[in-house]
């Protein structure tokens, strides 16, 4: 059964950092790219960040170039998140998933772990 | 990358059909037949439920169907019963070099 946890989240100042973890099992992880979408209070979906298996390709929305980093250990199955220069605008619930690029579809997700951005 | 176009809301009585629209342009939804809905749960995380268009993932029921016609996709949920009640979310791919791009949601509420 394919799993992802997210961990990591909480509360942090307008300008700190946060990492946020999400660790798979259930599947080839090293074989699948990956994906963080987040979830601000009452809003919609956003797309932040895809990553390709070994890391050659990465995207991001333009609101966290430059911010965010996505990265990724295959060997330990886990998918990261470093938030960096955070805002009030990055409050959201932050969900891992499993991206089929041939897709483009996020097959399976995470429970979603909480970033809330505030002095 | 703009968000699809959704309606806010949709409405039907149990048994009855819902369809929920999702606009895009020739760069994302008209380019490729990869499509993709998503049913969320108050609290909860999104749920595959239709992919690449039409297909169904192993577990969604055959109440939930989808189709595309130039930049516009649809999600046909018939014989409608109270869990269906939900927010959903269309989603496009939209290029090699790009993010796929979301809907703004709709929700579905089951009179």
């Known amino acids: 059964e394919v799993q992802l946890v997210e961990s990591g989240g909480g509360l942090v100042q307008p300008g700190g950092s946060l990492r946020l973890s999400c660790a798979a099992t259930?599947?080839?992880?090293?074989?699948?790219?990956m994906s963080w979408v987040r979830q601000a209070p009452g809003k919609g979906l956003e797309w932040v960040a895809n990553?390709?298996?070994?890391?050659?390709?990465?995207y991001y929305v333009d609101s966290v170039k430059g911010r965010f980093i996505i990265s990724r250990d295959n060997a330990k199955k886990s998918l990261y998140l470093q938030m960096n220069s955070l805002r009030a605008e990055d409050t959201a619930v932050y969900y891992c998933?499993?991206?089929?690029?041939?897709?483009?579809?996020?097959?399976?997700w995470g429970q979603g772990t909480l970033v809330t951005v505030s002095s | 990358q703009s968000a699809l176009t959704q309606p806010p809301s949709a409405s039907a009585s149990p048994g009855q059909s819902v369809t929920i629209s999702c606009t895009g342009t020739?760069?994302?939804?008209?380019?490729?037949?990869?499509v993709s809905w998503y049913q969320q749960h108050p609290g909860k995380a999104p749920k595959l439920m239709i992919y690449?268009?039409?297909k169904r993932p192993s577990g969604v029921p055959d109440r939930f169907s989808g189709s595309k016609s130039g930049n516009t996709a649809s999600l046909t949920v018939s014989g409608l019963q109270a869990e269906d009640e939900a927010d959903y979310y269309c989603?496009?791919?939209?290029?090699?070099?790009?993010?796929?791009?979301f809907g703004t949601g709709t929700k579905v509420t089951v009179l």
């Open positions: 998933a499993r991206y089929y690029v041939w897709g483009g579809v996020l097959d399976y």
């Open positions: 259930g599947f080839t992880f090293s074989s699948y790219w």
């Open positions: 990553m390709k298996q070994d890391g050659s390709e990465i």
């Open positions: 020739s760069s994302d939804v008209g380019g490729y037949n990869y």
């Open positions: 690449e268009v039409s």
């Open positions: 989603s496009s791919y939209a290029g090699s070099n790009n993010l796929g791009v």
